[in-house]
Structure formats: structure tokens, C-alpha cells
């Protein structure tokens, strides 16, 4: 279990600029001094820029174990230091220790040097709140055409699950905090507690212990049960979950509940509300749409929960409205400069990796750069920062080149490689371009972002080029847009991109790198461990798994074999390559990894979709699948296997939908019969993505699918015998 939990705030400073704060938030736990630098050091560590300062919270052991570790005669405390520095430079310039004595918040400055910045404790731990509500998707939005109907009767678009905010001991801690920071004296003199719904009394029953308190907890539930009560004679304290529109803290505020004794963890907004609202979500930057929507089909809210939770999943069927609006573009730039699965560039291995280098020569593109300089570009530029990679650097170099044409003569431009930058060679900067060719998510441009803001001043102009995006989602590019240009000076930083595509998730731990970890994991199993002596047939089933084990290692740069051994190749006519394009016309040397691409791209627009009903994406009321019926419209194995391997495990869970898993099945079992033709070409893929917990079906389809299969092919020692066997294993 996790002892704390971290979370990051930018805060624009008057006096100091813009402030990276990163909050620790222990859970009540014994801490040693070892666990002081591995939490420090890994809390520093979850993300690749380094912050300026360091809050941490906790007990007033916790913060005598801290005291102690940051003694200047322990051996450690140097090598925990020097985490926080790059290239002989103190990024981050002060820890600080926030202890809860029981009564209030002391603060603490860790080391020798005072204290330079100043943070308001209740805006951190109220961001701290705030970042649980994203990470454990605590607000839900209502799909177009449907609306929430709450317990007070209003219909809005949002919905906010209070009890979803913290998943664990350490995130409870956070919300537990943060009420006693706001209102713990308020608390510690309560006999009585009311709460709205039981999904808080955790969070409530933590801050009471917290404060040493003994009040009596008590849930009203309802605004009908509201009315039964009275408050009581002796002190107490009312405090309401959560609310779009604050109608519980004002009906109580507007009868006998005195308001100053009242308070919600979570509201859309603080202003006109009664009572104190510890986290409004509009100061947190949070946007929504109109909540007076009122009509729509109704998503009943009881209590916390969903009444239509139950309904079946809603299948989304693939097709050319789900094509991305930059599909066409990107096949036209990058349709054959795109290296196989996995390949190693730069010393990083991704799944998907783009050749950048032949894009930077063609005329389209040099059109476009070659405007964005002469319209964008600080005049004041003396620096130009880029990437380690080849493409970046010859990036840099097409851009110093224009630049030179277009600033007055005698005006100097030094380059430097972003492993080269340290503050010596970028303090005298009088105007900064940073070039990184690609960019998924930008760790690398966060990174540099992040440097500057320690090397420069804030007023320095810098212009963030970024030609080629290829982000998990639009959300996390406008994401990374907002953190680069944003800064403490009234105008924001400049910020380039020429072509972006979101591709969904791109993490190592993909179906690539699972089925061979699958593999390995059974590959000294005997026929007793596997749980099949009923087969009529078994002496098979160890040299099968060791092909399948084969099978995928070899396959780690392309797709499975078919069962007959042949490559998965695309076909004329593939919907989403159109019919006019160069990639159109030589479909039969295209990389898979670009057949690969193109399809996560779709599926991705697809899930992003603005029409509800072609949106493939889950909420808390409803659960949505890839349609079986996708299966047989992209019937090239190749395709089949590209819907298989980019499609999240959630949506190909067929198991809640008797009627899908059944169509579902029924296709699986034509794939495995015909193994040795063109429609079963995609069977090894097919019992992969099961045994990789990829595709699942209802428990008596499944069974029956594999058992059947199992009979088929144990007669012949096969990769598809080992990969139904691993389908099996995993299908327990």
C-alpha cells in the first residue's frame, strides 16, 4: 500500500514568477529515515521535471522522522539532495514540512536556508483534491441527448460521484486534510456531524480523527429525510458532499441550519453558495457546459448511484465518420516513413515511431515553417534549444538558417542540444526557440520548459515548434499546449504545430510485450499444472506452447503468422487509406505498423466523437463496445488484428451482453475452424488477444468456444494449439 500521495501545482507568483510546487500527503503511518529519501526521491522522480519546491504533510512523528533525515551530519541526506539538482544547479530550492499537531498546521522549513517561496496551504491541498477528482474521473458529464436527474429534483449535465474521489488510505488523507485545514476547530467542537450521503463518512470520520474529535456522525441521506431533523442544542456541524447547483447547503442555510456551520467538500462554483465550499472547481480552471439543460432522456441519480448503471453494453460500429480529420494528410507526409513495431530509435523503444527526417524536406512543410518563422518568431531570438534526436537537430538547423535571413545582420544564434543545456549557456538569452520534431505527450518539451523557468527570467520570449503531434489524446495535446505557453508575464509563449494525429494509449506495457511475458511465464508447465489430462490427446500440448512461445518473440516487430505461416498483408480498398491516395496505390509495401496507426487514430476519434451514439466510450451509466459486426466489415486478418491490439480491454469485453458474446463466439468459431483459409488467418491474433485478457466473452461462451477448439486441434503440434491453451489459462 502507497504511504502517501503526490500531486504537482504550477502557481504564478508575483515576486518569484512561475512556481512547480510538488505536495507529499502521508497517510498515518511510522515512517524511518529510509522511507524519507526512497518517498522524497520517488516522488521527484514521477515526473520529468523537477520542481522548485517541496511540501510535505503529515503527523508530528512523521515530521520529527523528516527533521531527523535532513540532519547535516546523516550520510544520506546529500545523495537525496543532489536528486533535486541537474548539471551542478539547485532546481529545487526548498523542502518544507507542514505538521497537524491535532490543532492546526505548523510549517516547517527542512536545511539550513529560510524559506523563499510562500504557497497558501489551503490552494495546494484544495489542488491536491482536485487532482484525485481527475484521476479516479470523480465528475461525469451526461452524453448529448441525456440529462441527470439529482436527488433535489434539478436537471443538469454534471454530476459529481464525491465518494469516487479517493481510492486508497493515502488519497483518503488528502480529503480528510483538507477538512480539518478549512473547518477542524469547527469539528473539534462538534458532538454531532451530519453528512448527506454515506459515500463521504470516511473522509469525514479521518478529519474527526484527525482533529481528536468524538462527534457522533450521522447521515441524513435525503433531502425528505432533511426534514425530519432538527438541529441539536449542543454544537455541530453539517457537511454536504458534493453539488452542481448547492441547493442542499442552501435549503438547509434558508430553514433552521445556521450557514456558518455548514460546508461542501465539492461544488461547481463558491459564489452565491451557502455556507463555505472547500473545493470550487471553477477556480480550478474547470469548464461546463450549461447546467440549466433540462431536456434529454433521464439518467436518474439515487444516492450516489446510477439507476440505468445496469443497462447492457452499447455496441459502436467502426465507419468513415470516425476518420480523423488528419488521417488523410498524415498518410500523405508520413505514409512510408513510419520504422516497424517496436523498433529501437534514439535509444528508445516504442511501439510506434515515426522516420521524421524525409517530412523536414518537403515543400509543404518547408512552406509552412518558413511562414510560422516569419509571422511568429521573436525578433529578439540568441537561442535555439533542441531535442537528442537527429530529426530535432536537423529541425534546428533549417530553422537557425531562416532566422539568420530575417534578423539583423550580426545577430549571433546559439544552438544547443537539450543534453548540452545547463544555465551558463542560456543566462545571457535574449529570446528562445525550442524545437522538438515529434512529440507524443512532450515529456521532452516539459522537460526544457521546466529548465527555463530556473535559468531565464519569465519576460524572455520563447517560441515552442513542435511540427509533428502525436498525443494519446486531444485533451492531453491541449494539455501540453496550456503548460508550455502559460506563464507568469500577461502574454503567453508561442507554441507551433504543423500536423496531429492522437493515437490513444502508448505505454510499454502493450499486447506485444504481455503475450510474450504470457508465454514465458508457462513455458515449464506440465500438462498437470495446464489443467488439461481430459483431452483425448495431450502429447501436443508442450511442443505447441513452446511454438506459441516462438511465435511471439518473432512477432515482436509485426503482427502473428497466419496458422498456415504467412505474413497478415493488406488488400486493395482499405476504407480509411481512401482510393486516390500514393499510399492507396502501393497498399502492398506499406508497413503494418502504419495499418496499425491508422487504426488506432480511428478508434481514437472514435472515442472522442462529439455524436453520443458513435462515441466509444464508457461512463459510469453506461458501458460501450467495439461492435462484433466491426470484425466482419475490416474482414482482412490484418485488420482484425489492428482492432485486436488497439482497442482497450474494456472494449472488447463482451461477457455483460449474452446477445454480443454470442455473435462474438459465433465468429470466433468459424476463425478457428477455418484456420488453413483466408478467413481464419487472424486466429493466432484472435486466441492472443484472450490470452492477453484482450477479448473476453460471457463464461459458458468462452468455455465452450475453447474447449471445442482445444478438440480440434490437439491432434497437431501448432502455434494455434499453444495460443488456445494460453487463451485457456487465462480464461480460468
Known sequence: MERFYSWRHLKHSPSHGTIEALVLCYKRCQLTEGNVYTDVENALKSDANLPDCVYVVGSTEQCNTFKAAWNPANPYLQTMITRGMKAGFDFVKQYTF?????????????????????????????????????????????????????????????????????SGEAELYVVA?????????????????????????????????????????VSFHSYDELEKINPPSEPYFCIVSASTSGSMAGKMANSVWDSQRIATIVDVTSKGRAGDVMVALDSMGVAFPDLKV?????????????????????????????????????????????????????????????DATKVLAHDEFLKWLQAEIDWSFPLTVSHVIHADDQASKTLAGIVVTRLRTRLATGSSITVIPYLELEENNCKDATGVVIVST?????????????????????DIPRHFLSPIGIPQTNESW?????????????????????????LGEDSNDNSWHRLIGICKAHSDHSISDLGLEHLPDTSNIL????????????????????????????????????????????????????????????????????????????????????????????????????????????????????????????????????????????????????????????????????????????????????MLVLAKQASH
Open 294 to 354: 433540462s431536456d434529454g432522456t433521464l439518467i436518474e441519480i439515487i444516492g450516489e448511484n446510477f439507476s440505468s448503471k445496469a443497462k447492457p453494453p452499447r455496441p459502436v460500429v467502426i465507419g468513415r465518420p470516425h476518420t480523423p480529420p488528419a488521417l488523410a494528410a498524415f498518410h500523405e507526409y508520413f505514409g512510408f516513413s513510419i520504422h516497424p513495431f517496436n523498433t529501437r530509435v534514439e535509444k528508445k523503444t516504442k511501439l510506434l515511431q515515426l
Open 98 to 166: 507542514v505538521e497537524w499537531d491535532g490543532a492546526d498546521f505548523q510549517h516547517h522549513v527542512l536545511g539550513k536556508h529560510p524559506g523563499t517561496y510562500k504557497v497558501d496551504l489551503k490552494h495546494l491541498m484544495s489542488r491536491g483534491v482536485h487532482s484525485l477528482i481527475e484521476k479516479n474521473n470523480a465528475i461525469h458529464l451526461a452524453p448529448s441527448g441525456h440529462v441527470f436527474k439529482h436527488p433535489s429534483q434539478r436537471r443538469n449535465k454534471v454530476f459529481i460521484q464525491a465518494r469516487e474521489i479517493a
Open 543 to 722: 511442443g505447441s506452447l513452446e511454438l506459441a512461445g516462438k511465435a511471439a518473440s518473432n512477432a515482436f516487430q509485426r503482427f502473428l503468422l497466419s496458422p498456415r505461416g504467412n505474413p497478415l498483408s493488406l488488400s486493395e480498398g482499405f476504407l480509411f487509406f481512401g482510393d486516390k491516395t500514393e499510399i492507396a496505390k502501393r497498399y502492398a509495401v506499406v508497413e503494418p505498423s502504419m495499418v496499425q496507426l491508422t487504426m488506432s487514430a480511428v478508434l481514437q476519434n472514435a472515442r472522442e466523437h462529439k455524436d453520443h451514439e458513435r462515441r466509444l466510450c464508457p461512463n459510469g451509466y453506461e458501458s460501450v463496445v467495439l461492435a462484433p459486426e466491426c470484425f466482419l466489415r475490416f474482414n482482412e486478418a490484418i485488420l482484425q488484428a489492428c482492432m485486436l491490439r488497439a482497442c482497450h480491454p474494456a472494449e472488447l469485453d463482451y461477457s455483460s451482453s449474452p446477445e454480443l458474446s454470442k455473435v462474438m463466439k459465433e465468429l470466433l468459431v468459424k476463425v478457428f475452424a477455418r484456420w488453413d483459409k483466408d478467413f481464419g488467418d487472424a486466429a493466432l491474433e484472435f486466441a492472443a488477444a484472450i490470452a492477453v485478457g484482450s477479448l473476453r466473452l460471457a463464461k459458458r461462451d468462452m468455455e465452450t468456444l475453447l474447449g471445442d477448439a482445444l478438440k480440434q486441434h490437439a491432434g497437431k503440434q501448432s502455434e494455434l494449439l499453444g
Open 478 to 502: 491541449n494539455q501540453l499546449r496550456m503548460f508550455l505557453v502559460r506563464n507568469s508575464t500577461p502574454r503567453e509563449y508561442g507554441f507551433a504545430n504543423w500536423i496531429q494525429l492522437p
Open 177 to 217: 486534510y483538507l477538512i480539518a485545514l478549512c473547518h477542524g476547530k469547527a469539528l473539534e467542537g462538534s458532538t454531532k456531524v451530519f453528512i448527506d450521503t454515506m459515500g463521504i463518512y470516511a473522509y469525514v470520520k479521518c478529519a474527526l480523527a484527525l482533529c481528536d474529535s468524538k462527534a457522533e456522525i
Open 438 to 458: 515529434v512529440a507524443r505527450d512532450g515529456g521532452v518539451l516539459r522537460e526544457i520548459s521546466r529548465d527555463l523557468r530556473s535559468y531565464i527570467k519569465a
